[in-house]
């Protein structure tokens, strides 16, 4: 363990998306890497923090020196991360799912002789990170993220109110971005004060600035 300014802090990161199932070999995704996240959970280690990192099914490497909780869907996603609290601070990267199959097949659908379509039913997925922020074990940092394609600042400064989080770290996904599955990013931090545009830099420096900020806030 690193002797730094976050030494002997509990920290909560989510990461990663979730899948939700259709039947036992079918699933909804989305494209999130879970790249930032691992990247943010190796900066709060190296800043001396104990980090527990729950992480839905991601392509990207597990972060070095952390607890690893690994879930598939968004009902195990909350599950965990309250069984993980409490914490100094929590960061939720995750790509939370929305919705979820309620009329999922416990056995693989079947393609119907007839030509006979299978309809899905949907129903609402918890939001982790209203329900964090809102709760009885809050966190005293508790950190969102909005991947926004349009009026970024606009959106993530509703998004911060409505969910409740004291910052969000928002950014532009728009394709043409490069940065859903690139190596780099470029991030507004949201906080009370209002917005602060950092620039273009590696997911893993972005991670050391966030990690940096976290430090000095909570020390
Ligand atoms: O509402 P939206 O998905 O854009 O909000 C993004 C933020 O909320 C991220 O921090 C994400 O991890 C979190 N979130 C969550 N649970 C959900 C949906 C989003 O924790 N069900």
Redesign the pocket.
Known sequence: LSDGPLKGKHILV?SGP?HEPIDPVRYIANRSSGAQGTAIAEALTALGAEVTFVTGPATAPRPRGARLIEVET?RQ??DAVQAALPAAAA????????WHVTNAGSSKIKKDATGTLPTLDFA?????????SKGADRPPLV??????TDDVIAHATA?RA??G?DW??ANDVRPETGIMGGTSNQVTLITADGAEPWPLLSKSDTAARLAARIAEHLT
């Open positions: 989510t979730t968004a996603m909350l960061v939720f990267c995750a790509a939370v799912a929305d609402e997925n918890p939001d982790i990170l209203a329900t964090i950190i969102g993220f909005a991947a926004e998004k409505r969910k989080c969000i770290v």
